[in-house]
């Protein structure tokens, strides 16, 4: 995937919302339609990774682990 970043727009569906993810983005992902995908909340952002179980729960903790941390993984980087 080109390191460039998408623009989506969120579109009305049903009663909820949601965007249209790029063709691209989906290969990167390595997903295809019908798949699902994980969504995780970091500061500022929302991470996406394709819904294995094994993998999804080890991204999970280390972004827990990471937002739990952060002063410290802050600290660290300006060292």
């Known amino acids: 995937m080109p390191n460039k970043a998408s623009t989506l727009n969120v579109r009305a ?10 063709k691209l983005t989906l290969e990167h992902l390595g997903v295809s339609r019908g798949q699902r995908l994980i969504a ?4 500022g952002a929302v991470v996406l ?8 729960a080890i991204v999970a ?9 952060d002063d410290a993984f802050r600290e660290l980087s300006m060292r």
């Open 13 to 22: 569906i049903g009663d909820s919302s949601g965007v249209i993810l790029p």
């Open 40 to 43: 995780t909340p970091v500061p």
């Open 49 to 56: 990774i394709p819904d294995d179980s094994r993998m999804g």
């Open 61 to 69: 903790d280390a972004l827990s682990f990471m937002e739990e941390h």
